[in-house]
C-alpha cells in the first residue's frame, strides 16, 4: 500500500511539470487553473499555441484528457508527438484518453475528439482538413487516420482531390491496425474489423460491420458492448 502511494506520488512530480506547461499554454486560465489535461513527462509537443488546444464540454475536470499514458501492456510503442501548424485545432468535447506512442500532426486542420473516447497505443493521425471523431468511441492499437493523400495524384493528366473529410459516429469500434483515409463516413454503433483499410467509404445505414481491403458493409444489425 505504502509503495503504491509513493509510487503514485513520484509519477505526479514527474508529470506535474508537463502539464502544467500545456494547460497554461493552451486554453483560457478558467480552464487551465483546474489542470484538465494530463500529459506525460515524455510527450513531444511542438508549435501548439494559446487557442490551438481546446475544450468545449459542459464540465472542466482535472485530467479529464490523459495524453501519452501506457495502453495495452503487451505492446511495444514509443514516445508520443503532437504538432499543430498553420493555425491548425484540436477540440476535445469531453473525457479523452490518447495512450502511448500516438502521433498527431495538423496542418491546418480540425481534429474533434467526443466525449469518452479512448485509444489503445500508437494512434497516428494526419489531418489537413477536418477530422471529426464521435461520443464513446474506441480504437484499437496502431490505428491511423489521414484525410489527406500526401501526394498529388494524375488520371490522364488531371489532378484528383487529395483532401477530404472523415467523419466517424457515435459509439464505434475501431479495431486493431485499421487505416482510414480521406471522405470517409462511419455511421453510429458501427465496428470496423482489424486490418481494414476504409477510403470514400459512405455510410448511411447504423449498426454495421466494416471490413476488408478495401473496405465494405459485410453485416448490418450488429451491435457491440464495452
Not at 480504437?139 to 487516420?145: D, E, I, K, Q, R
Not at 493528366?157 to 491496425?177: F, M, R, T
Not at 474489423?193 to 448490418?220: F, R, Y
Amino acid at each position: 500500500m505504502i509503495k503504491n502511494t509513493i509510487k503514485d506520488a513520484l509519477i505526479f512530480i514527474r508529470d506535474f511539470a508537463s502539464s502544467l506547461y500545456i494547460n497554461f499554454r493552451v486554453l483560457p486560465l478558467k480552464q487551465a487553473m483546474r489542470m484538465p489535461i494530463q500529459l506525460k513527462w515524455n510527450t513531444r509537443i511542438q508549435n501548439i499555441s494559446k487557442g490551438s488546444i481546446e475544450i468545449d464540454a459542459d464540465i472542466i475536470a482535472h485530467n479529464m484528457i490523459r495524453i501519452g499514458y501506457r495502453g495495452g501492456k503487451f505492446l511495444h510503442s514509443g514516445k508520443t508527438y503532437m504538432d499543430i501548424i498553420n493555425g491548425g485545432k484540436v477540440i476535445f468535447k469531453g473525457t479523452a484518453t490518447v495512450a502511448d506512442g500516438a502521433s498527431l500532426f495538423i496542418d491546418g486542420g480540425k481534429v474533434i475528439f467526443g466525449s469518452n473516447f479512448y485509444s489503445n497505443c500508437n494512434m497516428q493521425i494526419h489531418c489537413e482538413k477536418s477530422i471529426q471523431l464521435g461520443n464513446d468511441l474506441l480504437m484499437g492499437w496502431n490505428v491511423s487516420l489521414r484525410d489527406n493523400d500526401g501526394h498529388s495524384i494524375y488520371i490522364d493528366d488531371e489532378a484528383k482531390p487529395v483532401i477530404g473529410d472523415i467523419k466517424i459516429g457515435n459509439h464505434v469500434w475501431i479495431a486493431s491496425d485499421v487505416t482510414i483515409l480521406k471522405n470517409t463516413t462511419i455511421s453510429d454503433n458501427s465496428l470496423v474489423a482489424c486490418n481494414s483499410v476504409v477510403c470514400g467509404l459512405k455510410m448511411g445505414n447504423t449498426n454495421c460491420l466494416v471490413a476488408g481491403a478495401p473496405a465494405k458493409i459485410k453485416k448490418e444489425n450488429v451491435s457491440w458492448r464495452e
